[in-house]
């Protein structure tokens, strides 16, 4: 057999870095290191690389495919492999985009290693730099008895893991689902910057068949911020406590996936908004990086972890797995809110930038588009501007969709954070959503009442309490 060297480096500087590598041989074979780190997650197989790598290849044509994060055009070359000997291969990446010098930074807020990961420390050295991620927050939590390799990190910043252009830390993900699905439960939320563990990390049949189902989330928000954390409400449409937290200002942004398949996520997000609450939108890969998902937070100059996380609370984002989505209305943008009088023209441009082609860019208000435009063959870059008109409150928003899909095999997607709209006369929607959380609310309180498990009367008290406090404030609404 013979033998490929590759040699990894940044077309910009020069310099060696990290990349997902896919070597096939001759015969249609994946090859890669013994001891490579492979690529978790569907669609095509590669190898994690720190920036250079040797391969053994049987004679004959051999492609080789260099993938860098979202910013990078993914490199192919072909080269013949001796049957004997080795060959070196430079191999150069370049950018398509470079959002950074624009002051929007990358982060995977929602990172686990399972339990049969054996190598978690390299994996977390690797995997913020080969998908060129600014932040990357692994996270703590508690599934019945499985040792799940991301459990070992302390929570807090990951010194020896970090360096100037990746911060590395551990979070929690705290959590309950009753029958141990996302069906039935509170939901679960992840925190960031935190320095201690918020106990209990899960509750429920979760921990035994015994644990109760207590306390409710809210508390370990509580708590969260008492540290001068994050709560980012994980990906959970359907948990029964995200409105009552929602509502009682517990939660600072919401995780989503790709829009085309995740729609319980995105109505129930929707309707969040539309009831007037602030709630930015925030994204992750979930079980390790097995997706190309980031959400971009403006710091507005250089990267700093403060800086990024004051912006993702403020809604100063956008949700992608690859093109660069920018919206803004008038003089605002993401995070901002609109002043003007009902029946007000409100000029609307969204922006687009993508290594793959965009086939359809829309614009949402109170969760319907509103307008829209197609590209069937494809668009890499464009503007896409309307005027509408803003008879009432609201929120507008940006998404777009591509019929191409990315190495991971996932449809390429983003979407913008709100702009909120204030004219002072109140939406349907608004008084809809209120209702739906009402009606939702008191559902769940059902539940708590007659199928949750406490260890007091006290204890089942305090949760309902809790969510009738919540409902008031949807009630408040009507």
């Known amino acids: 057999m013979g033998t490929i060297s590759g040699q990894i480096v940044d077309k910009a500087t020069g310099e060696p870095i990290e990349a997902r590598v896919k070597v096939i041989d001759s015969r249609g074979n994946f090859a890669h290191p013994p001891k490579a780190l492979l690529k978790v997650g569907p669609g095509q197989p590669f190898f994690y690389s720190g920036?250079?790598?040797?391969?053994?290849?049987?004679?004959?044509?051999?492609?080789?495919?260099?993938?860098?994060?979202?910013?990078?055009?993914?490199?192919?070359?072909?080269?013949?492999?001796?049957?004997?000997g080795a060959i070196t291969v430079d191999l150069e990446v370049d950018r398509w985009s470079e959002l950074g010098t624009k002051g929007w930074h990358p982060g995977n807020t929602h990172i686990h290693y399972d339990e049969k990961e054996t190598r978690p420390d390299d994996r977390l050295m690797l995997d913020p730099r080969v998908e060129d991620l600014r932040m990357t927050a692994i996270s703590i939590l508690k599934r019945w008895d499985l040792e799940y390799a991301s459990n070992k990190f302390a929570p807090g910043f990951l010194t020896d893991l970090s360096s100037t252009h990746y911060h590395v830390q551990c979070g929690e993900e705290n959590r309950h689902n009753a029958n141990g699905t996302?069906?039935?439960?509170?939901?679960?939320?992840?925190?960031?910057?935190?320095?201690?563990?918020?106990?209990?990390?899960?509750?429920?049949?979760?921990?035994?068949?015994?644990?109760?189902?207590?306390?409710?989330?809210?508390?370990?928000?509580?708590?969260?911020?008492?540290?001068?954390?994050?709560?980012?409400?994980?990906?959970?449409?359907?948990?029964?406590?995200?409105?009552?937290?929602?509502?009682?200002?517990?939660?600072?942004?919401?995780?989503?996936?790709?829009?085309?398949?995740?729609?319980?996520?995105?109505e129930?997000?929707?309707?969040?908004?539309?009831?007037?609450?602030?709630?930015?939108?925030?994204?992750?890969?979930?079980?390790?990086?097995?997706?190309?998902?980031?959400?971009?937070?403006?710091?507005?100059?250089?990267?700093?972890?403060?800086?990024?996380?004051?912006?993702?609370?403020?809604?100063?984002?956008?949700?992608?797995?690859?093109p660069a989505l920018e919206l803004?209305?008038?003089?605002?943008?993401?995070?901002?809110?609109?002043?003007?009088?009902?029946g007000s023209n409100l000029s609307v441009q969204a922006t687009w930038d993508s290594h793959y082609p965009i086939n359809r860019v829309e614009i949402i208000f109170n969760g319907q588009v509103v307008a829209a435009e197609s590209h069937p063959d494809g668009s890499k870059m464009g503007v896409f501007s309307k005027d509408i008109t803003s008879c009432t409150d609201g929120w507008i928003a940006a998404r777009l969709f591509s019929n191409a899909r990315d190495s991971f095999a996932q449809p390429i997607w983003a979407h913008t954070s709100p702009i909120y709209v204030k004219t002072g006369a109140e939406a349907i929607e608004k008084k809809q959503a209120?209702?739906?959380?009402?009606?939702?609310?008191?559902?769940?309180?059902?539940?708590?009442?007659?199928?949750g498990k406490f260890y007091t009367d006290s204890q089942r008290k305090e949760v309902v309490d809790l969510f009738r406090q919540g409902q008031q404030v949807y009630k408040a609404m009507l």
């Not at 954390?229 to 929602?246: D, F, R, S």
């Not at 097995?290 to 990267?303: E, I, Q």
């Not at 803004?328 to 009902?342: M, W």
């Open 182 to 266: 996302h069906s039935i439960g509170y939901g679960h939320v992840m925190f960031l910057n935190i320095s201690n563990i918020v106990h209990p990390v899960s509750r429920g049949l979760l921990v035994d068949a015994f644990d109760p189902d207590y306390p409710p989330l809210s508390y370990a928000c509580d708590d969260t911020k008492r540290q001068g954390g994050v709560v980012i409400w994980c990906h959970n449409g359907q948990g029964m406590e995200l409105p009552v937290a929602a509502a009682l200002g517990k939660v600072d942004a919401f995780n989503l996936f790709d829009p085309q398949w995740m729609d319980p996520e995105y």
């Open 51 to 84: 920036g250079s790598f040797q391969v053994d290849v049987e004679r004959g044509y051999t492609t080789i495919i260099v993938e860098r994060g979202t910013e990078y055009v993914p490199q192919e070359v072909t080269v013949y492999a001796p049957a004997h």
């Open 328 to 342: 803004s209305v008038g003089d605002e943008t993401v995070g901002g809110e609109i002043y003007t009088n009902p």
């Open 268 to 322: 129930i997000y929707y309707r969040v908004l539309n009831t007037g609450i602030k709630l930015p939108a925030s994204t992750g890969s979930d079980w390790f990086i097995s997706s190309a998902n980031r959400v971009y937070a403006n710091t507005g100059g250089a990267f700093d972890y403060e800086a990024w996380l004051t912006a993702l609370k403020a809604g100063n984002t956008f949700i992608t797995n690859g």
């Open 434 to 451: 209120a209702v739906w959380f009402d009606e939702h609310i008191e559902k769940s309180l059902e539940w708590v009442t007659k199928k």
